[in-house]
């Protein structure tokens, strides 16, 4: 990563909450101080890929001059979101419908044209929504090989007779989105057994998909992992998952004429290909994530 922190000694971590606290009284919530004049904060969620698009951007608008800072790894969307309208992170490389389904869990828009469509009109005034890349990394329920060749799965469809006797794995908020349990039972009545919270798409949710701790997990489209394991994604027809498009969300104020031409050159380089290869190169190689974003974007012309 390009940066790094040091632990502090517990004397000084202790006089450092104390600080935080003092400046909380007096000036609000410390954890949403607002934008740094002058800078641009990337952030990002708190798994490899979305770290990965942080780092693309954030070493791209350094290439073209602005003062970058990075919050990587903070955590979901659920608290992402709230920072990126505080102004404390100002871009966050977000999936479109996703997002969407957070902002409106109503809305039924399913294409990308339908969908940035629709988060112009939700989002509040501060924020915006950046050209949207053809990269795209939709979640998707998995199983692996041989339950899919014991049961003949082939669609989310086909799991209607086994879902009751199945445990499905995602992470904790995965239960409650319509993009999740909620959507699946609304569209193809599935009600599974029971739900195992994990990580987001991660080693945790590969485990557990592997050795049978579940039968069905949520893993994103671009992950390595389904081939390396031999998964199976199962297809869906009814557009549970909408599309997941990589688009930046930004905080107006702090967009300048030039970090918004980056970011939608980004954009329209990016695509699905692309983000798995690097993704292969991340997990699969175990290259570091900064090492990989500066050599796509070296290759395509940006840095």
């Not at 954030?58 to 102004?87: C, D, H, I, M, P």
């Not at 290259?287 to 840095?303: E, F, N, P, T, Y």
């Amino acid at each position: 990563m390009r940066t790094t922190a040091r632990a502090l000694p517990p004397a000084a971590a202790l006089a450092l909450t104390l600080s935080v606290a003092v400046s909380a009284c007096a000036n609000g919530d410390p954890l949403t101080p607002g934008p740094k004049k002058g800078q641009i904060t990337v952030g990002s969620a708190n798994f490899p890929e979305n770290v990965l698009l942080a780092d693309i951007y954030a070493s791209a608008l350094s290439a073209k001059g602005a003062k970058v800072g990075t919050r990587f790894n903070v955590g979901s969307r659920e608290v992402l979101y709230q920072q990126v309208q505080s102004g404390s992170i100002t871009v966050l490389p977000e999936y479109n419908g996703a997002l969407l389904a957070y902002l409106d869990a109503r809305s039924r828009a399913t294409t990308t044209s339908e969908i940035d469509a629709a988060l112009r009109a939700e989002l509040p005034s501060a924020l915006e929504i950046l050209d949207s890349s053809p990269a795209e990394d939709k979640n998707a329920l998995v199983v692996t090989a041989a339950t899919a060749a014991k049961e003949r799965l082939a669609a989310i469809s086909d799991l209607t007779p086994y879902a009751p006797s199945m445990t499905v794995g995602g992470p904790p908020e995965f239960k409650t989105r319509y993009q999740g349990p909620p959507g699946l039972k609304e569209k193809y009545g599935l009600e599974f057994r029971d739900f195992a919270s994990l990580d987001t798409a991660g080693p945790i949710t590969v485990r557990a998909l592997a050795d049978g701790s579940v039968q069905v997990a949520t893993l994103f489209t671009t992950d390595p992992n389904i081939v390396s394991h031999g998964f199976k994604i199962l297809t869906d027809p009814e557009q549970v998952f909408s599309a997941q498009n990589v688009t930046p969300l930004a905080y107006r104020e702090s967009m300048t004429p030039v970090a918004v031409q980056t970011l939608n050159a980004v954009s329209a380089k990016l695509d699905t290909a692309a983000l798995a290869g690097m993704m292969a190169l991340v997990r699969n190689e175990k290259k570091d994530i900064d090492v990989v974003a500066d050599q796509w974007l070296k290759s395509v012309g940006l840095r």
